[in-house]
């Protein structure tokens, strides 16, 4: 199934669209199982939408029934600018006043063992929050996931040609370099891990997205050579794009 693709004239509608559409899928979690889960995306486009929600939308939802998780992380210490629960924290969660106890952030070290890391965010995965019964071991089953669109057609952490998109059983890997500045560890869901959930929404911005986006549009989310935004394929069938008209395809 081809993905929904909303093309807004500037930034300013489209993020007005994205807070909309977050308080409306959160909502609907709720009122249907008493909770939400939410996947909030790395990188600094995502952070208009973080302040549109504060700004607009503070009081449109019930936050204390939502938990907090994140498509990928830089594994570095927690202080550091470079982490995206930094940005996440000062630019949402924290003027939400979310409760730590509710966001579920990826580890940051000590220890210096990435693998290891990974393997503690996929526990927190099943012990952290509401669990979902539809899930394997009772993991979580995010209702809404925010991602990105690097230029080199990577999302949350899941790079072109990384043998961490042939991943089909486990739900979060460790990334042992990554090859796009800053050169750290990360931490990444898998494509596993974006196929169980029950929607997935894209952020794309600016002309500097289109030519990863043509290609991703125009692929085939089956093929083992499709960049690996393309290959993001909720079993749901629930995906869109939120792009600009510069980030649009000629």
Same mark, same amino acid.
């Given at each position: 199934m081809s993905p929904v693709v909303r093309v807004f004239p500037d930034r300013e509608s489209l993020t007005q669209a994205a807070v909309d559409e977050t308080i409306e899928i959160l909502g609907a979690a709720v009122a249907r199982r008493g909770h939400a889960s939410l996947v909030l995306a %790395? %990188? +600094?486009t995502p952070r208009a939408l973080y302040e549109g929600i504060v700004r607009?939308? *503070?009081?449109r939802l019930d936050w204390s029934r939502v938990w907090f998780y994140f498509g990928d992380e830089r594994f $570095? =210490? *927690?202080s550091s600018s470079d982490r995206n629960e930094r940005l996440a924290r000062t630019? &949402? &969660?924290? #003027?939400l006043g979310i409760p730590a106890e509710r966001i $579920? *952030?990826?580890p940051a070290p000590p220890p210096n063992d990435v693998a290891r890391a990974a393997e503690l965010y996929e526990a927190r995965l099943t012990e952290a929050g509401p669990p979902s019964p539809e899930a394997p071991e009772s993991r979580v089953v995010? =209702? &809404?996931v925010w991602l990105g669109l690097g230029e080199d057609g990577h999302t949350a952490s899941l790079f072109p040609s990384d043998p961490v998109l042939d991943e089909t059983e486990r739900w979060v890997r460790a990334v042992d370099r990554s090859p796009t500045p800053p050169h750290v560890p990360r931490i990444t869901l898998t494509l596993a891990a974006l196929a169980a959930a029950r929607t997935v929404r894209f952020l794309a911005t600016g002309g500097s997205k289109r030519p990863a986006l043509t290609r991703v549009l125009d692929a085939d989310? @089956? +093929?083992p050579g499709a960049l690996p935004a393309a290959r993001v *394929? #909720?079993? @749901?069938g629930d995906l869109a794009w939120f792009i600009d008209r510069d980030a649009a395809p000629r």
């Open positions: %790395g %990188g +600094s607009d939308a *503070a009081d $570095v =210490d *927690a630019s &949402l &969660l924290d #003027p $579920v *952030a990826m995010f =209702d &809404l989310a @089956t +093929s *394929a #909720p079993r @749901t």
